[in-house]
């Protein structure tokens, strides 16, 4: 590929790096309300050192907030890139749930 993409993290943002430097628990509560959970956290921090626990009592979905979200808007992106191989999300995505679907039929 001759063109060049700028895959950042896009946290060069001083403003953002300050807010989450001056109040963290404040600001990543604020950034997990960025994400879809299955159910709600009751407290964003459980601190008791050496201990942490984040988000208490939400429950979220790792494979949902990275594909599943995606399947209306972006099923036709290709999200993997190589010369090898060229995968669309949208195949990715019934290869997952024929797997899911498989695992339900062995039990």
Do not use: C
């Amino acid at each position: 590929m001759s063109e060049k993409y700028d895959i950042g993290l896009g946290n060069n943002d001083a403003t953002l790096r300050k807010k989450a430097d001056s109040d963290y628990v404040s600001f990543w509560d604020e950034q997990a309300h960025n994400l879809s959970w299955f159910s709600p956290w009751e407290r964003t921090l459980d601190w008791n050192p050496p201990f942490a626990k984040w988000f208490v009592g939400g429950k979220i979905n790792a494979s949902y907030n990275a594909l599943d979200i995606h399947q209306a808007t972006k099923s036709q992106k290709l999200p993997f890139y190589g010369k090898v191989k060229m995968v669309i999300l949208k195949h990715t995505l019934m290869v997952i749930y024929s797997l899911k679907f498989k695992n339900l039929l062995m039990f």
